[in-house]
């Protein structure tokens, strides 16, 4: 087992190793100290992890509740944030409890957000069950909800207390899942790590360990350097500018890592074309997400997509930040006018 310590607004550990769900309740005990847990979790990891998660608790005298939601994107609503917190106070939950995220983004950024404002804040842990939520959304302390207007609108910077990775749970992912978690793991490589993205050109599973320490290593450090996304932090949207258009655009039946691979792609031919980084280095991207069954272009209008990318929450007056990749582990964010975006969308698309 590997531990990663994190110093932002909160101290806590990241536990990532195999099999290490069975003692979550070991690991847990120092945080858990009013004696009662609520887990929530999504119906598709329920059936799957609840159980023992459940028994490890109980076998430590932690009596613990259950709050299973609906997998999918829609859980992440107004109603079912307003469902769980009503659900924490019939649970009796204090501030001297915890609330334990067990499942993939979604199920950890409801849970959060309901764990930062209930009572004001209580304690909460994550452990991701998907490649996706260990590498990026279980780490950082982002939580949120989707509102009519848009994804990620109401939520809050809140640390959790521990993050649990048990990489044994990634084999109960299909492959689609799976490598879509790939796109963001080939992110950290692209952003921050060379020897990382060399590495990745070799079969995954077999260092799967390594490679999440390392994402969440590159994680941690941007966080620690930025944890309210007001600087470096923004690095960590490589690709996704245009993924996020891309997502928009298919009323999300394009999943995450997909739209991200397409934008990572996409931004990287734009960044060749105008010399910011050479036209082989961006084909070495390119070649490195399709090695992993990721898309690299989309059929998208490019003025659709420019479109649908300046409507992003994070946009700034008639500029946007891009992050651009400069040479293998190493990226600029460039300050750019919106005109310059719908140009570079168009060359990524060549
Ligand atoms: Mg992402």
Known sequence: MKIL???ASGEYDILIGEGILDGIADAAT??????????????????????????SLKRKGVESFSHVIEAGESSKDLKHLGALLNAFAEDGLTRADVVIALGGGVTGDLAGFAASCYLRGVRYIQIPTTLLAMVDSSVGGKTAIDLDYGKNLAGAFYQPSLVLCDHSTLSTLSDEVFTDGCAEVIKYGIIADAELFDR?????????EDVIYDCVRIKRDVVEEDEKDTGLRQILNFGHTIGHAVEKLS????????????????????????GICTPEYAEEITELLSSYGLPTFTSYDPG??????????????????LILPVEKGRCIIKRTPFSELEAMIREGME
């Open 304 to 321: 659709m997509l420019f479109r649908a990318a300046v409507a992003d929450k994070k946009r700034t007056g008639e500029y946007i930040n």
């Open 251 to 274: 009323s999300y039946t394009i999943s995450h890592g997909k739209a991200v691979a397409i934008g990572s792609a996409m931004i990287s031919r734009a960044a060749a074309k105008r």
């Open 30 to 55: 120092p945080v858990i100290r009013g004696g009662k847990a609520a887990v929530v979790t999504d119906s598709n990891v329920a059936p799957i992890y609840l159980e023992s998660v459940l028994d």
């Open 5 to 7: 310590k994190v110093k």
């Open 200 to 208: 990745l050109k070799e079969p995954i599973k077999p260092q799967i």
